[in-house]
């Protein structure tokens, strides 16, 4: 299979790691959009959000998890956002479901 991301995991294209286990990978994003930008995946390929299913949303919480205690270790006391785009009004560009986590500066609401 063809995917950016499964080769990320898979350390065929480099990355900067922020957070890795059995279950998912973080990396800091190649083009930042705020001060802290990186990306949560599951190592298990999953196409996009509307790929979810009962079968393999449990992953799912655990990216969250790891989130909230990775916040919690880079000090993003003021807050951050977590964000998956999903198709192409979504702004979804790699076919592999990721969680932007955005921090660092005040974020426009509602989105562009
Ligand atoms: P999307 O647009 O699908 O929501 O998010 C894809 C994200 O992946 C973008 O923010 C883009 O900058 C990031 N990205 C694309 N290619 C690479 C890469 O090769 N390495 C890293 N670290 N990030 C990438
Ligand atoms: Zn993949």
């Not at 802290?36 to 393999?56: Q, R, T, Y």
């Not at 949303?57 to 807050?79: K, P």
């Not at 979804?92 to 986590?101: K, P, S």
Request: with cysteine.
């Amino acid at each position: 299979m063809d995917c950016l991301f499964c080769k990320i995991i898979a350390g065929e294209i480099p990355s900067k790691k922020v957070y890795e286990d059995d279950r998912c990978y973080g990396f800091y994003d190649i083009d930042p959009q705020a001060p802290v930008h990186f990306l949560m995946v599951p190592k298990a390929h999953i196409s996009g959000p509307d790929a979810v299913n009962e079968e393999n949303a449990a992953v799912i919480g655990h990216i969250y998890a790891v989130i909230a205690s990775l916040a919690r270790e880079l000090g993003l006391e003021n807050g951050y956002r977590v964000v998956a785009n999903c198709g192409k009004d979504g702004g979804q560009t790699v076919g592999h479901l990721h969680f932007h986590v955005l921090a660092g500066r005040g974020l426009a609401w509602p989105p562009g």
